[in-house]
């Protein structure tokens, strides 16, 4: 179930953290939450990872790739949607026996903020994430142009 209210007030702060409005402080320490909406968490979890939060700071957007930028741009506009999250749950935690494993030699794959899937077969890394397919977006897109 989705929590309309939360995700335009995520929308907005993803926005004006994208732009340079507030720093990742403001922007993390004002992000809703919701239990019964996965798509919050998600999108949270995802953007997480192009922050510090060891200091407080604004996002250098010409540090950001195009794809990082589309990224961010997809999540606002599915952070304005009533869609469901589909996709499978984010989870930034490291495993104890992926680190034995290192420990001992026997694991070099890399290490991601998205746990071990295979990078290439990701869906956390399509060009319509967190949306459920490319249509989907598209869907969302021309709504939005609508409105």
């Known amino acids: ?8 007030l995520a929308s907005q702060l993803l926005a004006d953290f994208l732009e340079g409005k507030i720093t990742n402080d403001e922007y993390n320490d004002a992000f809703p939450s919701s239990p019964s909406d996965m798509g919050l968490d998600a999108v949270y979890r995802r953007i997480w990872a192009y922050y510090s939060d060891l200091h407080s700071h604004y996002l250098d957007r010409s540090e950001l790739s195009e794809e990082d930028i589309a990224l961010f741009q997809r999540c606002v506009e599915f952070l304005k949607t009533d869609l469901e999250y589909e996709g499978p749950p984010l989870s930034l935690r490291f495993p104890f026996s992926k680190m034995f494993r290192r420990l001992l030699g026997g694991d070099d794959a890399p290490e991601t903020v998205l746990g071990t899937a295979n990078l290439g077969a990701s869906a956390f890394f399509t060009s319509h994430w967190p949306f459920a397919s490319d249509a989907q977006y598209q869907q969302a897109l021309r709504t939005a142009r609508s409105e």
Not at 1 to 8: D, L, Q
């Open 1 to 8: 179930m989705i929590n309309a209210h939360a995700r335009r």
